[in-house]
């Protein structure tokens, strides 16, 4: 019976395991936006160390540079700041604008959930 298991285990790590999703959050921004400057003031600092930050870590772009070459958006970007919900290259959800951080929050949680992406682990921050 040990040998069995040992065999089984042994095979089991020859097999290609599914990669796992990449997720993160996309933030389109551009200089010279008051609204961007505001959401870096407020959630910029904290947001890798909440559980939203962790189950979609933040990536920027500069609007006037285009979207990133390996993104697949639902639609072009046009107001900044805009959050994109990435998931393995393809848009899955966002939000457009900065409605301020008490919004900003739930809106993001909302995004998330309807996305099946589960919360990162709990850590410091004022997310959820």
Not at 22 to 48: D, F, H, K, S
Not at 51 to 67: K, Q, S, V
Request: charged letters at 20%; glycine letters at 12%; a negative charge.
């Amino acid at each position: 019976m040990t040998f069995l298991r040992a065999a089984f285990l042994a095979i089991l790590t020859w097999l290609p395991l599914p990669a796992a999703a990449q997720t993160y959050l996309l933030m389109a921004e551009e200089a010279g936006c008051v609204w961007c400057a505001r959401w870096n003031a407020e959630i910029a600092e904290i947001y890798p160390k909440t559980p939203e930050g962790r189950a979609a870590p933040l990536r920027r772009y500069d609007i006037r540079a285009g979207a990133p070459g390996d993104v697949t958006l639902a639609r072009r970007v046009s107001f900044t700041p805009t959050f994109v919900l990435v998931r393995d290259g393809v848009e899955i959800d966002r939000i457009e604008g900065y409605p301020g951080q008490d919004f900003f929050w739930g809106l993001l949680g909302m995004m998330l959930e309807r996305a099946g992406v589960p919360p990162g682990p709990e850590g410091e921050g004022g997310g959820t």
